[in-house]
């Protein structure tokens, strides 16, 4: 983590240090070596070392500073030009191509050899291998730390399109689900205000009343969203939870439909996952108002005693009226699986149409935790249709 927060000027810094501390090292052994007096290896040692402090702006300057000094120095005196080599071919290939990189590899290890073949060829041998050995070290680890760095960058691009494809997939469900229910209950209820406004005016008056309702109440999400979509900063809604289940289901009832609506007694859900039940929900609920003509709709939540969440919506309405699997039920088993749950959609053997869905809870769902939802209704509420007796 420290060296990640190093800017540029941090590593200039500490390459000028670690340039300053070889020449030092190296400078004051063939000062000594001299008698104290200045010579021409000390001279090499300064023109070898001290450019490393800029290794990583001018790499491939650098590193011809140090080659020169490889093939001259064992001939004047300084036996470790390698020393510096190796820290140039790091720089490298750290920051270069890698083809630039790999010739830069070779003209070391044939300017290291040249070197000490032109000094001493008795000693070229030990001397040359210990020296190859270090730079190839050190050329290596460049290449390995550029590529991981790479890698790196290749994985947080890939993590941040993949965050935005989630995204629009999120809102594209978001706007689906506001849509599609509204859509659905202000079809059903203009059917109705149409059917009753020669005979019964004052029944088509709340149809209308309540068409208005949903469309400005789906106008506010929509507009919510997209200026959420357009300034980042817009502060975010509150989550839908459980709580928003009965009206969810006194909707579909104003739509015509008899819903009974079941919730464990003092169930406690996380915030996500209660809107994603309640998303659900509302999907299913549209299907139901949209395709089933249905007459009752049950819908409960329940905890299994294996500790998982059970959603289930079912309807006894015409099951060839739901017609073939949309971008709704698409949208239901992705919310489903994204908590790790499941969802299953299809006719009933005995008529009617019913969507199921599970999502893993464990024993959480038991206990007060942070960002919960605590649904307050014990037992049944149940919603009469508008023809019915409250």
Do not use: K
Request: positive net charge.
């Amino acid at each position: 983590m420290i060296i990640r927060r190093l800017r540029p000027s941090h590593w200039l810094a500490v390459d000028a240090v670690a340039a300053l501390l070889l020449a030092a090292a190296f400078g004051l052994a063939s000062w000594l070596a001299e008698g104290g007096r200045w010579s021409p290896a000390l001279a090499v040692v300064l023109v070898a070392t001290l450019p490393l402090a800029v290794r990583r702006h001018l790499p491939l300057p650098v590193l011809a500073l140090t080659l020169a000094a490889a093939v001259t120095a064992p001939a004047l005196g300084w036996d470790e030009p390698y020393v510096a080599v190796a820290v140039a071919a790091h720089a490298v290939a750290l920051l270069e191509p890698r083809r630039v990189a790999a010739v830069a590899l070779a003209g070391s290890l044939v300017a290291t050899a040249a070197g000490f073949a032109v000094a001493d060829w008795t000693r070229m041998p030990g001397e040359t291998l210990f020296g190859w050995l270090l730079i190839a070290l050190a050329w290596t680890v460049g290449l390995a730390t550029r590529e991981q760095r790479a890698y790196a960058a290749r994985a947080a691009a890939l993590a941040a399109r993949r965050a935005i494809e989630q995204e629009r997939l999120r809102i594209a469900r978001d706007l689906h689900d506001v849509i599609a229910h509204s859509l659905s209950v202000i079809s059903s209820r203009a059917g109705i205000a149409a059917h009753l406004a020669p005979e019964r005016p004052e029944e088509a008056e709340r149809a209308l009343t309540l068409i208005g309702e949903i469309s400005r109440s789906a106008r506010a999400d929509i507009r919510h969203l997209l200026g959420h979509l357009r300034e980042p900063g817009t502060p975010a809604p509150e989550p839908l939870s459980l709580e928003a289940l009965p009206d969810l289901a006194a909707r579909a009832r104003e739509a015509g439909v008899e819903v009974d609506l079941r919730v464990e007694p003092g169930l406690r859900v996380p915030d996500a996952l209660a809107l994603t039940v309640y998303r659900i929900s509302q999907e299913a609920l549209s299907n139901v108002v949209r395709h089933a003509a249905p007459t009752r709709c049950d819908v409960s939540l329940t905890l299994t005693p294996e500790g998982e969440l059970d959603l289930r919506v079912v309807d006894d309405g015409r099951t060839a009226g739901h017609g073939p699997p949309g971008f709704g039920l698409l949208g239901m088993r992705e919310r489903a699986e994204s908590f790790g749950g499941s969802l299953s959609a299809g006719a009933r053997p005995t008529g009617g149409f019913a969507v199921h869905a599970r999502f893993p809870m464990g024993r959480q769902a038991r206990f007060p935790m942070a960002g919960e939802t605590r649904f307050p209704i014990a037992g049944q509420t149940r919603f009469p249709t508008s023809g019915q007796a409250r």
